[in-house]
């Protein structure tokens, strides 16, 4: 992996765990501490993940965000996980839940990832059966959490369209498209090719070697349908 790309990476993680304004909150409150004799330790800041196995999550979840904003045109509104009341758990709802506005007909992606230090068969149809389950229930999960984070920051409009979606669904004016991503070794794209059944039209798969492999750079992956 080249240093630039680790440095994209540690952005883009430190992005979706925290704002700006959370860092800063952080910084003054351990600035406070300090100055009246006490350590780092006594801030008790936790906006970060120590179990190996949550922060591997993560990383799948923060990498496929990025993708998906990066070659579909959509956005990602909000950064589900800085909102995870638990940082050592993975949160509930859809991994990744981005938003096309673009034209009067808007379209949702919805994202599933998985990390494994193996690719596996049981893995790739653990992806593939969420977003089937997505499909199946009709509108995201997450949908109603996005909208109601958007109304604390007072980002109305956005929220307001967000929320309108069900709306939209209901009257056959939406999109929603699946990306289901399995971050693994040099194994992944074989395992996704063979082990993914097309139980959904609109359906993308992205084989991934994690960064750990030192090629971040390369990917195998499928088009999202635009």
Known sequence: MGKYDKVELRNALIKHHASEEMIAQDQ????????????VTDANIH??????????????EVFLAEYICATSGADLPVCRLRYNPNVEQ??????????????QRPRIIVGEAKF?????????????????????AGLPASLQFVADRLYEVNNTDLAD????????????????SYVGLLLSDTNSKSNVDQHTEESLRRLARIAHRSPGSGVFGR????????
């Open 28 to 39: 003054r409150k351990i600035k406070n501490l300090r100055a009246q004799g006490y350590s």
């Open 47 to 60: 906006r970060f993940p120590r179990s190996d196995t949550t922060r591997k999550g993560n990383l799948g």
């Open 90 to 103: 993975s949160m509930k709802g859809d991994d990744v839940l981005a938003f096309d506005f673009s034209s």
């Open 116 to 136: 494994r230090g193996t690719p596996s068969k049981e893995a790739v149809r653990d992806i593939v059966c969420g977003l089937v389950r997505s499909h199946q």
């Open 161 to 176: 369209r967000v929320e309108d979606c069900s709306l939209k669904m209901t009257l056959g004016r939406l999109d929603l």
């Open 219 to 226: 990917r195998d992956v499928a088009k999202i349908d635009r």
